[in-house]
């Protein structure tokens, strides 16, 4: 079994065609020289503890593009010796799953045990997913699945309680240095970038491994006369398109983020998160819509214009369009983000609606019930009312709750902006019903 926590063999002339990607030919030869996920691989990780063990449960990698699952896979099963049997749940069906199946059996009644390992997991539908349960409850495979998406959400329940969700880490500048410095020892010369354009380019790649390979190899092939800095380097690579699927996780987490940051009054982070959304394509005007949630859920009556403002941002951006019309989105983010909050008006919201249902059908009381027939005048509707604007102060204190039910307290404004003066009103027309009724 190769020394899973030891120091990693020194490195021979790789094994590949001299032509292959430079990603290919530094893929690690075992988990020790995998880079950025040690809380797996280490001796206290998941991995690390099977492979001690020498015994695999089923697993499903989730984590972001170029961050080692389908090289762990790989690895995992050399290191506990299994046969390693890869499918793309791109290319595959029924049909290669049946094949993958009957092999696996075949090779199980040799004493050979079967790593399936499954690209793209997700993508297979609910029936696809099911045609694994009965192969890897009788041990004919151990399933490895690998997956960019919340499992959570894209893989059914009864797959994901016969597996364990490991978490891959997207890699940090120091992992992504070492595979830099490895590409540099295995090209026997330094890569032609400035110390500053290295920071760039590590920062470019956004934690994929594989990406950052990709650009050192187009970084190779070129003819560079000196070092290139920082503006140079971005002038001949592309920067790595920020992982966002606008259906999917990421999309939910950013717009998650966001909310929170406008309700925590940190417009850094609000605008950050904004920025992050718009810059990797997200539809304007969901942001918009999202906002004006948040102006009547977060922020309410403790500051009016909100809303008033989220509203003028949508119409300015209607008018404008991008890019201009962004920066309406941006102003109405700081101003939700820097207004005072209250979500009273989204708790009498709740509270209302749920003592609607419960008491839907009580009739109002009569003083307040239209009369348009004589009929319905004979029967007391409206009989009694009192209107308020011929009453002292415009106030007659009468009662508006039905018979049955005795006066509910939906909404509690705070003391915080315009609500503070609301509170005020509240209190001297609640002090004005108490005398009346004393009276």
């Excluded at 940090?172 to 400035?194: G, Y």
């Excluded at 560079?224 to 790595?240: C, F, G, K, T």
């Excluded at 951006?317 to 700081?334: K, M, N, R, T, W």
Aim: proline content about 7%; glycine content about 6%.
């Amino acid at each position: 079994m190769p020394d899973l926590f030891g120091d990693p063999p020194e490195r021979t002339e790789p094994k590949e065609r001299p032509d292959a990607p430079l990603a290919d030919r530094l893929r690690p030869r075992t988990l020790a020289e995998v880079v950025g996920q040690e809380h797996l691989t280490g001796p206290d990780g998941a991995i690390g503890r099977m492979v001690a063990a020498g015994r695999l449960s089923s697993i499903l990698f989730w984590g972001p593009p170029g961050t080692g699952k389908t090289t762990i896979s790989r690895l995992l099963a050399d290191a506990v010796g299994m046969r390693f049997e890869p499918i793309s749940a791109v290319f595959s069906g029924v049909a290669d799953l049946k094949k993958v199946f009957a092999s696996a059996r075949e090779h199980a009644r040799l004493s050979q045990k079967t790593l399936l390992f499954v690209d793209e997991i997700h993508r297979f539908n609910r029936a696809q997913q099911d045609s694994f349960l009965p192969f890897v409850e009788d041990g004919t495979v151990t399933l490895v699945g690998a997956t960019t998406e919340n499992p959570s959400f894209e893989l059914n329940a009864a797959l994901l309680s016969r597996a364990q969700v490991l978490i891959l880490r997207r890699l940090d500048s120091d992992a992504l240095e070492k595979l830099l410095d490895r590409a540099e020892a295995l090209m026997e010369r330094p890569l032609p970038l400035t110390a500053a354009a290295r920071e760039a380019l590590v920062a470019s790649a956004d934690g994929d491994g594989r990406f950052l390979l990709n650009q050192a190899e187009t970084l190779y092939s070129v003819a560079v006369p000196e070092p290139l800095n920082p503006a140079s380097l971005s002038a001949l690579l592309h920067r790595r398109v920020a992982v966002y699927d606008k259906d999917r996780e990421g999309h939910y987490n950013l717009i998650s983020a966001l909310h929170k940051s406008l309700r925590g009054s940190d417009p850094q982070a609000a605008l950050y998160y904004l920025a992050r959304m718009l810059t990797a394509g997200e539809q304007p005007l969901y942001v918009l819509r999202r906002l004006v949630r948040f102006a009547s859920e977060d922020i309410g009556l403790a500051d009016p214009q909100a809303l008033v403002q989220c509203l003028a941002a949508k119409d300015a951006y209607d008018f404008l369009g991008s890019p201009e019309g962004e920066l309406s989105i941006v102003q109405a983010c700081l101003y939700c983000a820097t207004a005072p909050k209250s979500n009273a008006a989204y708790a009498a919201q709740k509270a209302a609606f749920r003592s609607a249902r419960e008491t839907g059908s009580l009739m109002p009381p009569q003083n307040i019930l239209n009369a348009p027939t004589k009929l319905m005048k004979d029967i007391g509707y409206g009989k009694g009312y009192a209107y308020d604007h011929d009453a002292p102060e415009g106030f007659s204190g009468a009662n508006y709750w039905p018979d049955e039910l005795p006066p509910q307290t939906f909404y509690t404004p705070t003391d915080r902006g315009f609500e503070q003066r609301i509170a005020e009103r509240l209190a001297y027309w609640n002090a004005r019903r108490a005398e009346q009724r004393d009276n």
